[in-house]
């Protein structure tokens, strides 16, 4: 059983042996980890498809102050290398009115729609001819709706027919120590909640056709991978007790990054007026 965590490069390193992983780091303000898997036959045993891995660390991405330029732009180069031109749909995946798993509607609030502007009012303005087509949706969780995230994302992709989707949520990790340290991108898709069990519906190029870019950072780690070797058996999550500030600021971060990346004509300076 591997281990519960969507982290990739925790769950990796047992695997480094194998040629079809490879791994290498880089990193300017972040350190960098890039793990590449090549084939689908370690799914089975750590739960990650073929693909790319990348993952940021730096100090507590709770201090993010959105002034911080280097952090922002070393993010969005890392989305520009891996997101594909075309249209772009943005999913908030998780619970909003609860803040561990609220990464992804946090971001969502902060991400540049633009696809009904260049559809309604590009023929009055140069400018917005130059603006990439985003389209945004947070539309909660199961619980909330009675419809599977991955169902309502499915026929959204069928209507507005984007080039890729990319979505952003909450993850678990197994390391404490990692809590609120890290940005995991990857261009695999997700599986909603199974870093701790509770996976919902593969939002993916699998289930949706296009590309599926996932992105997120680790708020909770199950309980169980800090205890068992002790011989305990905790069926808890715990997370961090600065939650509030590490959701807000790490989801700011990342929609900053995310719209310098998808609208390059736009300085950060605008991006942070707009919100």
Known sequence: MYKRTDMADECISEYQKYDNVHRNKRG?????????????????????????????????????????????????????NIIPDGDILVCGLGNRDITPDAIGPFTASKIL?????????????????SLRRVSVFAGGVLGQT????????SALCRQIKPSAVIAADALACSDINRLGNSIQITDTGISPGSGVENSRKEISSYSLGIPVIAVGVPTVVDLRNITE??????????????????AERSAQLISFALNSALQPMLTLKEIRSLF
């Open 113 to 129: 729609a633009t696809r009904h502007l260049k559809d309604e009012l590009a023929h009055q303005d140069n400018f917005l001819k």
């Open 28 to 80: 300017k303000i972040f350190d960098i980890t890039e793990i590449i898997i090549d084939d689908d036959s370690f799914f089975e045993s750590m739960g990650k498809h073929k693909g790319k891995y990348i993952t940021l660390e730096c100090k507590n991405l709770g201090d993010f102050s959105g002034d911080d330029n280097e952090m922002i732009c070393e993010l969005a180069d890392e989305f520009k």
């Open 146 to 153: 009675g419809i599977e995230t991955a169902e309502i994302i």
């Open 229 to 246: 070797n002790m011989g305990e058996n905790c069926d808890m999550v715990v997370t961090s007790r600065n939650i509030d500030r590490l």
